[in-house]
């Protein structure tokens, strides 16, 4: 079955940074939109970052634009969210996301994607 592990999240101080990895099993890896999501309590799921198949097309929300880079390889079937100068605001859990189509157009639509991984809790503190 498909699965999708994130590692990585943890305890850092503001301006600090972390690496996330998401490694995946279990479908096409190299077919699939991916993205980083992330939620706190009492909030929807909101769209971070994320990478077409094809790595070309790289897409952020505009709360990490210039602090966070996605990246992907498919030699490894994982993706990383390289997360610098970390802000407080974004302490979260962490969620690693396929796309549910292969080879289809980018979305950052939660409705998209079809297969999740547990979540990372990413704690900042101030």
């Known amino acids: 079955q498909v699965q999708l592990v994130e590692s990585g999240g943890g305890l850092v101080q503001a301006g600090g940074s972390l690496r996330l990895s998401c490694a995946a099993s279990g479908l096409t890896f190299s077919s699939k939109n991916m993205g980083w999501f992330r939620q706190v309590p009492g909030k929807e799921r909101e769209f971070s970052a994320g990478?077409?198949?094809?790595?070309?097309?790289?897409y952020y929300a505009d709360s990490v634009k210039g602090r966070f880079t996605i990246s992907r390889d498919h030699a490894k079937n994982t993706v990383y969210l390289q997360m610098n100068n970390l802000k407080p605001e974004d302490t979260a859990v962490y969620y690693c996301?396929?796309?549910?189509?292969?080879?289809?157009?980018?979305?950052?639509?939660?409705?998209?994607?079809?297969?999740w991984g547990q979540g990372t809790q990413v704690t900042v503190s101030s």
């Open positions: 990478i077409s198949w094809i790595a070309k097309n790289i």
């Open positions: 996301a396929a796309s549910g189509s292969s080879f289809g157009a980018y979305s950052r639509e939660i409705s998209k994607y079809d297969y």
